[in-house]
């Protein structure tokens, strides 16, 4: 008996703990009643779903436009071809992201170059890109606010704005995300209050899950119209004249893509979204607990920011062993990320480049599990553990 046991254990078909990994998401009954309306509804696609997620997302957010789309990378992509960016345009762009960051900067032809981080904030370093903006002509920046760390969005845009640069805040990390600005205002990551436009993802490892989703906010009229005119192939019936009397009639006038979110899915979102607060709240706590009972080193940052937490990275010499002995214990830690110009594709296209700072923060990082519906024993035994491995 007890042989099968272990057998059973070995192939993972029997957990002595659950597994406990860096992220997950909570779906509860009124995520699934919402999500039935909508499929009881008329719409399963372009219906008033989507509208009212946006809604709800720019009242959070503090945007004046919203619009939701079939995923972050999606976003990304959309903001490259509202700004118009082509080939023989260069950008900036932090080296700690995920690589749909850059990626969507590639889509549009342009190219990338890659600034260090910060080592205390691990966001886009400010000096290094005042130097970077000032050194050559750069089209725009595009900088993430990691792991739930709002960027200086204020310093960043004095900063493109003096070199005439756009500037687009990648959000997926940071919705509820704040910070106070030099004159004491509260300004929400991805408000797009100082950048020309943010992204957000509803992947289910952040904050709110769609399955796939993600959306694009701004404050100003023309990208709007832009964005949503990209998202859905390019094609409008605005400004068509003989619309009453041939209601059919549409105009395609970019190339646009089909990167339209379900009714399906901004109905999860929107009730996602309703929970947000208790789900912030939650995170806090748990990085709290983190900070005050292990030894290691972790995201530093000035008070006037509030941490909306997607990860908690701590930061380990001895990140490989900690990785695995963690894992033998069934808690799944991951690392974020490979700094995007370590990827084969991009050493191919920019050869060998190596940014101290970035290469020193990769070799130690290590995100310790971070969810709003981790409880209390989750927490407990993955300090106890981490602290049993560095003893
Ligand atoms: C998740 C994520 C993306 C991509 O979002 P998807 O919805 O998975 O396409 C982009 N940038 C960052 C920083 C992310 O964390």
């Not at 959309?78 to 992201?97: E, F, I, W």
């Not at 912030?280 to 607990?289: F, I, S």
């Not at 830690?333 to 050869?351: A, E, N, S």
């Amino acid at each position: 008996m007890r042989g099968l046991l272990a057998f059973l254990f070995s192939l993972g078909y029997i957990h002595r703990v659950e597994n406990i990994t860096y992220g997950r998401q909570s779906i509860d009954q009124s995520d699934i009643d919402q999500v039935v309306e909508v499929l009881k509804s008329d719409w399963l696609t372009q219906g008033p779903m989507v509208s009212q997620f946006e809604n709800a997302l720019a009242e959070f957010v503090q945007a004046k436009h919203v619009f939701a789309c079939s995923n972050g990378t999606a976003a990304l992509h959309l903001t490259s071809l509202a700004l118009g960016l082509k080939k023989g345009d260069n950008v900036l762009c932090t080296s700690m992201s995920f690589a749909a960051t850059s990626n969507a900067i590639l889509y549009s032809g342009a190219d990338v170059e890659f600034v260090d981080i910060d080592p205390e904030t691990f966001n886009i370093d400010l000096n290094l890109l005042e130097e970077k903006l000032a050194s050559g002509n750069y089209k725009a920046v595009y900088a993430t606010s990691f792991a739930g760390l709002p960027l200086d969005a204020e310093k960043i845009s004095n900063l493109c704005r003096q070199h005439n640069a756009f500037f687009v805040e990648d959000c997926c990390h940071a919705i509820g995300g704040h910070f106070h600005n030099l004159n004491d205002e509260k300004i929400m990551a991805g408000s797009s209050h100082y950048s020309d436009m943010s992204i957000f993802s509803f992947h289910p490892v952040k904050h709110i899950a769609c399955g796939e989703g993600g959306a694009v906010s701004t404050n100003n009229d023309e990208l709007a119209e832009k964005v949503k005119l990209y998202r859905s192939h390019g094609i409008t019936k605005e400004n068509i004249e003989d619309l009453e009397d041939q209601p059919w009639l549409n105009e395609q006038q970019v190339l646009g893509y089909n990167y339209r979110m379900s009714d399906i899915l901004a109905g999860l979102g929107y009730s996602q979204l309703k929970k947000i607060k208790s789900n912030l709240d939650r995170r806090q706590v748990v990085a709290k607990t983190y900070k005050e009972n292990l030894k290691l080193g972790y995201q530093k940052f000035d008070q006037r920011f509030y941490n909306a937490y997607h990860l908690f990275v701590v930061l380990s010499e001895k990140r490989k062993e900690l990785y695995h002995f963690l894992r033998e214990h069934k808690i799944f830690t991951q690392v974020h990320y490979i700094p995007i110009y370590k990827h084969p594709y991009y050493q191919k296209r920019y050869g060998d480049i190596s940014l101290p700072k970035v290469e020193k923060y990769y070799e130690q990082c290590l995100s310790l599990p971070m969810f709003h519906g981790m409880t209390d024993e989750q927490l407990g035994f993955v300090i106890d553990k981490v602290n049993e491995f560095n003893k």
